[in-house]
């Protein structure tokens, strides 16, 4: 018989063991490595040239999708399939963009994954339709957002805070007209009418800790 050859890098330990007893029972697959981190990840895969690997996003050393693009990049004959407790769209975007061949809900599909993991040896690609309609709305707001200069990334922030013209224009040390520019500039890239709407959308997509922080604005070009 022909096993399918799995490393898990994963570094929750009841985690790794529901993963591991879910695997024992299927009579053509086997794990022959395990890591509780992205380096020992790579290190292990490359050693062991599996079949197929069951990538956390969450790790301890490096961000998962990090790792991803790293197998992606020098062993792409590896199969690579998500399994992470993460909803967010980033990480289901990211896993889809750099070559994942599908992205599982530890909450949900586990029990199917023996079969998951012989569809993904087989080649196919897992991805549902509302995890590619959910990866291309991700990219549309990171788009949206690489259109913003770094002021207007701080005078979003400022606004998503709820903090007026005046007291963004101080903070930042500019006048409240340069403010009133830049805010113009980030309703129209953001494709939205109010500053209401545009402090929702931040809000909304979780990105204030991307929008830069009050500390050392007045040193920098306006």
Do not use: F
Not at 125 to 143: C, G, I
Not at 157 to 162: K, P, T, Y
Request: negative net charge; hydrophobic residues 40%.
């Amino acid at each position: 018989m022909a096993y399918i050859r799995v490393v898990v890098i994963e570094d929750c330990p009841p985690t790794l063991e529901g993963l591991r007893v879910i695997l024992a029972r299927e009579a053509d697959i086997t794990v022959v490595g395990e890591a509780c981190s992205g380096r020992e990840g790579l290190h292990l895969v490359g050693e062991l040239a599996p079949d197929v690997v069951l990538l956390d996003v969450n790790l301890p050393d490096m961000d998962g999708l990090v790792v991803l693009r790293r197998l992606r990049e020098a062993y792409p004959e590896v199969r690579v399939l998500m399994v992470s407790a993460y909803l967010d769209a980033k990480y289901v975007c990211g896993a889809l963009l750099d070559g994942a061949a599908g992205y599982v809900y530890k909450d949900e599909r586990l029990r199917e994954l023996g079969e998951l993991v012989r569809r993904v040896a087989r080649g196919e690609q897992l991805w549902t339709k509302e995890q590619v309609a959910q990866a291309r709305h991700w990219q549309e707001v990171e788009d949206k957002l690489g259109r913003l200069t770094g002021r207007e990334r701080e005078v979003l922030g400022l606004v998503a805070q709820g903090k007026g013209n005046q007291a963004i224009a101080s903070l930042l040390s500019l006048t409240k007209h340069t403010v009133e520019y830049h805010l113009s500039n980030i309703l129209r890239k953001l494709r939205v009418a109010s500053r209401l709407e545009a402090a929702l959308w931040v809000k909304e997509h979780r990105l204030e800790e991307r929008l830069g922080d009050e500390e050392g604005e007045s040193t920098r070009k306006n």
